[in-house]
């Protein structure tokens, strides 16, 4: 049972990192991208904001993310790593 709470949390954890590195990809390459205007404002590029967090922290927050999802999805694949070395088995029936 202790094995089904850790690849839940694994899973839903991963599954919202997911979504913030997802999020944050997207806020980056169509709302504030590397150009240095935001969709025709006269800002510069160091004061590009959406939601209150500028271009900067958004790659900064893209930058956490991403390492963190992979570690995650190492961590849910080594949990799943008896299931792995089945398949093969699994696909022969």
């Known amino acids: 049972m202790k094995n089904v709470k850790l690849n839940a949390f694994v899973d839903i954890f991963s599954f919202f990192v997911f979504l913030g590195s997802a999020f944050s990809g997207i806020v980056l390459w169509k709302i504030l991208p590397r150009g240095g205007l935001f969709r025709g404002e006269r800002k510069f ?3 590009q904001f959406f939601l209150g967090i500028t271009h900067h922290d958004w790659i900064n927050i893209h930058h956490i993310l991403g390492p963190i ?3 995650l999805i190492l961590c849910h694949l080594i949990l799943h790593c008896e299931w792995i ?4 088995k699994m696909l022969r029936r």
Do not use: D, Q
Not at 85 to 88: G, R, S, T, V
């Open 45 to 47: 590029f160091s004061e």
């Open 85 to 88: 070395k089945n398949l093969p």
């Open 69 to 71: 999802l992979i570690v």
